[in-house]
């Protein structure tokens, strides 16, 4: 069992920057891949990046590639999600989950983040 929890959400306005968080503990979390996903009002939820067990290779969904930098510290067992350039089109509760084989087994509760235009 992997018990995730977000944070480091807020309001913030246009073109700013935030940095979310999500502590892991439970399991040796340094074995699991990470992935941040978003749900904005009115949608479903989307995938927005991924980490692999090192750090070492991420991926990003095109709409945040070039804004958005994920990274994850296995000492701290934390994941992270740097958001720069925010658009009002990037509100939405942010959540982090871990997998181990082909699908997120874990999730976390979500963090609001909200951009004002």
């Known amino acids: 069992q992997v018990h995730l929890v977000e944070s480091g959400g807020g309001l913030v306005q246009a073109g700013a920057s935030l940095r979310l968080s999500c502590a892991a503990s439970?399991?040796?979390?340094?074995?699991?891949?990470m992935g941040w996903f978003r749900q904005g009002p009115g949608k479903e939820r989307e995938f927005v990046g991924s980490i692999n067990w090192s750090g070492g290779s991420t991926y990003y969904v095109d709409s945040v590639k070039g804004r958005f930098t994920i990274s994850r510290d296995n000492a701290k067992n934390t994941v992270y999600l740097q958001m720069n350039s925010l658009k009002p089109e990037d509100t939405a509760v942010y959540y982090c989950?871990?997998?181990?084989?082909?699908?997120?087994?874990?999730w976390g509760q979500g963090t609001q983040v909200t951009v004002s235009s």
């Open positions: 989950a871990a997998r181990y084989g082909s699908s997120y087994d874990f």
């Open positions: 439970g399991h040796t979390f340094s074995g699991w891949y």
